[in-house]
């Protein structure tokens, strides 16, 4: 599970427990997640899956928020790592905003 943009959202829902994530002390505050991170995220995280699935579940906060750009980006980051034969799936969850 990842959350490319911390806890960050457009919603500021009463009862989130995320949003209160960006003041921990020593915690990753609301930055987003940067390309070379990304990329290393997910060149391990395909290298340390020995099956022919692997499932990149993306979270928040809201992690539409990135953007196209950003979605366009992983894919194209998990075709250039991932293993001959394997299939690599991507869940999502939104506020759907
Ligand atoms: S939509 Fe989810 S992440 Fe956003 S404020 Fe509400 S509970 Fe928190």
């Known amino acids: 599970m990842a ?3 911390g806890s960050r959202c457009n919603l500021d829902c009463a009862y ?3 949003l209160s ?3 921990l002390p020593g915690g990753p505050g609301a930055a987003d997640m940067e390309r070379d991170l990304l990329e290393r995220f997910i060149a391990q995280y395909i290298e340390g899956v020995t ?3 692997v499932v990149f579940s993306w979270q928040g ?8 750009d950003f ?3 992983v894919v194209a ?3 250039k790592y991932a293993k001959p034969g394997q299939r690599i799936e991507n ?5 759907t905003t």
């Open 3 to 5: 959350k490319p943009n």
């Open 16 to 18: 989130c427990f995320y």
């Open 21 to 23: 994530k960006e003041t």
């Open 51 to 53: 099956g022919p699935e």
């Open 61 to 68: 906060g809201e992690p539409t928020l990135r953007g196209l």
């Open 71 to 73: 979605f366009h980006d």
């Open 77 to 79: 980051l998990q075709r």
């Open 91 to 95: 869940d999502l969850q939104t506020n």
